[in-house]
């Protein structure tokens, strides 16, 4: 469905490329996870995909067709969620989408329903500038679905919500894909990436230096673990082992013969864990 290679661009006025020579591919029906920390170039990477930013080296297909050729029938099929408000204040958040909604020849959702699906319901008459930040930011999710994408781009649409919402929000996402449709997900949150996204990429200082499924990345960069608590005389103490290691593997043994067991726990990194370690940076 969308096919990148070598992507590079640089800002007028920077010496350095923002987006340096990437490379990747999501099919149909996929949720691909863009991620990294801010100013790592997930946001450029979205705005070439979507036409907002002229494509300068490489080249970018969506659904066969060349990204710099796309015309009206390519704004009719995708969806735009950004991560800072980009909303018209003085309208309701009603009216927002009704006049979004118009823009399209295609059968749009019903604006009432979708304002539902995001618990905007009773804040439709409102205006959008009295909005609280999440509350813009579910109208800017809102939007983005209201003509039933079949790409749907997200750049952080779970920023400043509440537990409760964003599992709304996760819902929709998930029911999205179930449907077909294909979803470009920019975020810092690995725990949100690790939830949702069938492959992820890591992007670093424009450069993507890992890629693949969360699962696949824990099992090639993570450590497998196994965190023991036991009795040790009238002690109860408690070890974590890294059994790829040999001197761990003995010890481990040697506390399993000698005392007794009380529980045993496998565990795994975090995404953002396999991050830090690739990268030696943090998310922040």
């Given at each position: ?44 990477v ?9 494509l ?28 800072l ?36 319901k ?30 749907l ?17 996760k ?10 449709k ?30 693949d ?7 090639k ?16 103490k ?47």
């Amino acid at each position: 469905m969308i096919e990148v290679k070598n992507l590079s661009h640089k800002y007028s006025g920077n010496s350095d490329y923002s987006v340096k020579d990437i490379s990747f591919g999501i099919k149909q029906g996929e949720i691909f996870g863009f991620l990294g920390p801010s100013g790592a170039g997930k946001s450029t990477v979205q705005k070439i995909l979507t036409g907002l930013l002229k494509l300068q080296n490489g080249s970018v297909k969506i659904d066969g067709k060349d990204v710099t050729s796309a015309g009206t029938d390519f704004f009719e099929k995708i969806g735009v969620s950004f991560e800072l408000p980009n909303i018209y204040e003085k309208l309701t958040g009603y009216e927002n989408l009704k006049f979004y909604a118009g823009l399209f020849r295609s059968k749009t959702f019903d604006p009432y329903e979708v304002l539902e699906w995001v618990d905007l319901k009773d804040a439709a008459g409102k205006k959008a500038g009295d909005y609280s930040k999440g509350m813009k930011q579910r109208l800017i999710f809102a939007r983005a679905i209201i003509n039933d994408p079949e790409i749907l781009f997200l750049d952080e649409p779970l920023s400043g919500l509440d537990p409760t919402t964003a599992q709304k929000l996760k819902k929709i996402i998930i029911d999205f894909r179930s449907r077909g449709k294909t979803i470009f997900l920019t975020t810092h949150n690995m725990f949100v990436a690790d939830e949702l996204c069938d492959n992820v990429a890591f992007i670093n200082t424009g450069e993507i230096i890992s890629m693949d499924s969360p699962k696949n990345l824990k099992l090639k960069y993570g450590n497998h673990s196994l965190k023991i608590e036991y009795t040790d005389g009238e002690k109860t103490k408690t070890d974590i082992f890294f059994l790829e290691k040999s001197e761990d593997k003995e010890q481990f043994k040697n506390i399993v013969d000698k005392n007794k067991i009380i529980t045993v726990h496998s565990g795994e990194a975090t995404l953002e864990e396999i991050f830090i370690k690739i990268t030696g940076r943090r998310l922040s």
